[in-house]
């Protein structure tokens, strides 16, 4: 994967939902194909040595919360 393409990834993966948000109540009989979707776009980025929990912070760091480290 190119770094463009990685950064791609990174900004798109930052608008999904969490899974935590993804429901049967909100997504109809889809949320199951969602979730894989986001597991999905999780595992490649872990396989390129991206920590999905910092990509939102990174690509969105003018509105992202400090770090309490």
């Given at each position: ?29 889809r ?13 490649t ?21 400090n770090?309490?480290?």
């Open positions: 994967m190119t770094p463009e393409e990685l950064q791609a990834l990174k900004i798109a993966f930052s608008y999904m939902p969490n899974r935590i948000e993804v429901t049967k109540y909100e997504y109809g009989e949320y199951e194909k969602v979730l894989a979707h986001i597991d999905s776009v999780r595992e980025l872990l396989i390129n040595g991206v920590d999905p929990e910092e990509v939102y912070g990174e690509i969105h760091d003018d509105i992202a919360p770090s309490t480290y």
